[in-house]
């Protein structure tokens, strides 16, 4: 079958996004191919959005910037719903698919060059012409033709400044072999890209089944899952289980990035297959979503295992000592030679030890990323309480749009924090994983730090900047006081900014609880002479957040969910009054999760609300179905969950200092 039918087939279909295909050598441009050697992917752009979309399996398409960080959105140079107009950056999605775009460094003329399925596709800036594998092509129209965009603020890597390339997205795809559609409902281009197989365009294997379920990125960047009984029950000597862990943790070691850190990725993929390096396509290193959190406790642990073993010369450590390399060979032969690649590991000289050693600088490679990775400005000229230093961004060392924004956002911030507190308390912070790091605080409390390692004054000193971040980063509103924390800040003026398109200036609910959650757990006996803080400040963050939470609450709302299978996400969700079977109103407390950073007339602060257009709106049901169905804007235990906390904090006696009482 020649390349273009399967894609015209799929795009009548419109049933399936990804064609996972047999493992055959990679064909020619040209040749006829079978079914079993194109794999299909679903790209999409809506007309007033700055993202792009790629669909994963039968799922539904899930947006990610056009250009990772910022807000550019498409222009529609023929009016909107042509699709023959639409103008757009593609770097990124072109990148995902996976294929390659460079630009040539120059504004007049200027090059770009995509390379996708061995075809070579170049484009002057300006110019209508183009070529594609040398031979001559024409855009359509002058409107069409390739040009860049300076993004105000922002600098590539080299510190040259910024620019975004906008190109005829339907000329593009289809001069690369892809099929485009117009989704009228939607209001978005749809692109079928036709890709010959490799390994990095098909997704890692994603599994729900015993073991290998228990070793999985989900449940590393979820936090607890891969690491509770999975690796203790080996401590007591099943050393299949150990094994398994150690396959995992090398799989672990292969996706770290050069800087220590490590991408997210959002899905369930087996890190017990041995292919899983080879599939998973590169991305920047983040502590968003629980990326590097994880993956550096997973490996905290998984080393506290193997080295109380190796001391205590226990069954598991004799039992697998002699037989872990030849076990590695067999089943992680790819991987293996992935590492040595990379100079982590000799496949070829493997020993418990060299393994443990491979692990451990693993480990403190991501130390050094938290460290590196905090935003440090000295002798600025910011207002009093106004945090400039101590914070940490969503991403680094890429620093675009609002990935450089420090970021409380799915907890980001404040699990570095709890991880540094988990190394630098000499006390049972309370945490799961603070009896993993007693190998570390050992090594980092030594006189003498061995090669890679880092003094504990060195995390006391990160860890007192980010809480003296924390607490000035509590949100203060005129004719109020001090509320709850933002998702994300500005690092230059210290102040809430924009988070994706639809996350605006704000006090956030959720991220406020696990700050607050955070600030409990402080003790006032660990806090060291010279901090940053003083407990007083920590007590009054807490208390004043508590406080906030009461005053908050709308009465008698409640969120209804209506199935809908004609729409992409199958349902619909509505928020409307909920009414009794007395008729009479609800007393059941609502909240949102974006609150406004001013009081409204009435004296009370707004839920903001927002569509991937960035534009406000006060009603829920004012959204747009994608947004509205498929983000939660609301919640109804920020109270409780608030409370839950501070009374716990309360009965240990504000640590000692009884406030509240």
């Known amino acids: 079958m020649y390349r273009g039918i399967f894609v015209k087939f799929m795009v009548c279909m419109l049933c399936v996004s990804l064609f996972v295909p047999a493992f055959t050598n990679q064909a020619k441009a040209g040749e006829a191919v079978d079914l079993s050697d194109l794999i299909v992917k679903w790209g999409g752009i809506v007309e007033t959005e700055p993202n792009y979309s790629m669909k994963s399996n039968a799922g539904k398409f899930g947006p990610q910037e056009l250009e990772y960080g910022l807000f ?10 042509n699709v023959n107009g639409m103008m757009a950056p593609l770097r990124d999605m072109i990148e995902a698919l996976p294929g390659t775009f460079t630009w040539d460094g120059n504004l007049n003329p200027g090059k770009i060059t995509i390379n996708l399925n061995k075809d070579v596709l170049v484009y002057t800036l300006g110019s209508t012409s183009a070529t594609l594998n040398g031979k001559a092509l024409t855009v359509p129209s002058s409107e069409l033709a ?39 409902p939607m209001r978005r281009v749809e692109i079928g890209w036709e890709l010959y197989f490799q390994p990095k365009a098909v997704e890692p294997t994603i599994t729900t089944t015993l073991p290998n379920s228990n070793y999985t990125t989900a449940l590393l960047e979820g936090g607890n899952g891969i690491v509770t009984a999975n690796v203790y029950g080996s401590v007591y000597g099943n050393t299949d289980t150990l094994t398994n862990a150690i396959k995992a943790a090398l799989n672990v070691v292969g996706f770290q990035n050069t800087d220590g850190g490590w991408q997210k990725t959002n899905a369930g993929y087996d890190l017990l297959q041995d292919d899983f390096l080879a599939k998973l396509a590169p991305h920047y290193s983040t502590i968003d979503n629980g990326a590097t959190f994880g993956e550096n406790r997973y490996l905290a642990r998984v080393l506290k295992v193997m080295k109380e073993a190796a001391e205590s010369n226990s069954p598991l450590y004799t039992g697998l000592q002699g037989k872990i ?22 496949k070829d000289n493997l020993t418990y030890e060299s393994i443990m050693a491979c692990l451990e600088k693993s480990f403190w490679d991501s130390m050094h990323y938290y ?122 003026t210290g102040k809430p900014t924009m988070g994706r398109a639809y996350e605006h200036p704000s006090i956030t609910t959720g991220e406020s609880a696990r700050v607050m959650l955070f600030l409990t757990k402080i003790r ?70 974006f609150y406004s950073l001013e009081l409204n007339k009435d004296g009370k602060f707004d839920i903001l609300f927002s569509n991937r257009d ?29 409370a839950g906390y501070y009374n716990n904090w309360i009965k240990a006696g504000g640590n000692g200092y009884g406030y509240g009482k």
């Open 72 to 81: 550019l959105k498409p222009e529609m140079k023929f009016g909107y719903g």
């Open 146 to 184: 390739p040009y860049a965009v300076q993004v105000k603020g922002e600098v590539f890597e080299n510190g040259s400044d910024y620019y975004a390339f906008y190109l005829p997205v339907k000329f593009t795809a289809e001069a690369l072999g892809a099929q485009v559609m117009w989704n009228e």
């Open 325 to 346: 390399a030849s076990t590695l060979q067999v089943s992680m032969p790819k991987t293996l030679a992935r590492l040595q690649e990379l100079g982590r590991l000799d």
């Open 371 to 492: 460290l590196n990775a905090q935003v440090m400005f000295y002798n600025n000229n910011s207002k009093p309480n106004t945090p400039t230093s101590g914070g940490w961004a969503q991403y680094y060392p890429y620093s675009i749009g609002y990935y450089k924004n420090i970021t409380y956002n799915d907890n980001a911030m404040t699990s570095v924090l709890e991880t540094l507190m988990d190394v630098i308390y000499d006390t049972d912070t309370g945490s799961n994983f603070w009896t993993d790091f007693s190998w570390v605080r050992a090594e980092a409390n030594k006189t003498v730090i061995e090669k890679g390692d880092i003094p504990i004054s060195e995390f006391q000193r990160a860890f007192d900047l980010g809480v003296r971040y924390t607490l000035d980063a509590q949100i203060y509103v005129k004719g109020y006081g001090l509320t709850g924390w933002g998702q994300q800040y500005d690092r230059y």
């Open 524 to 593: 006032a006996s660990e806090i060291v002479p010279d901090s940053l803080f003083k407990f007083d400040e920590v007590a009054q963050a807490i208390i004043s957040h508590y406080q906030w939470t009461q005053f908050i609450p709308q009465m008698g709302l409640s969120t209804f969910t209506v199935t809908d299978r004609t729409r992409e996400i199958a349902g619909d969700r509505f928020v409307s009054p909920l009414i009794l079977a007395n008729n009479k109103p609800s007393s059941m407390e609502f909240f949102g999760r």
């Open 614 to 642: 960035s534009i406000i709106v006060y009603d829920h049901n004012q959204v747009f179905h994608e947004r509205r169905s498929g983000y939660s804007f609301t919640n109804t235990n920020t109270k409780s969950t608030a």
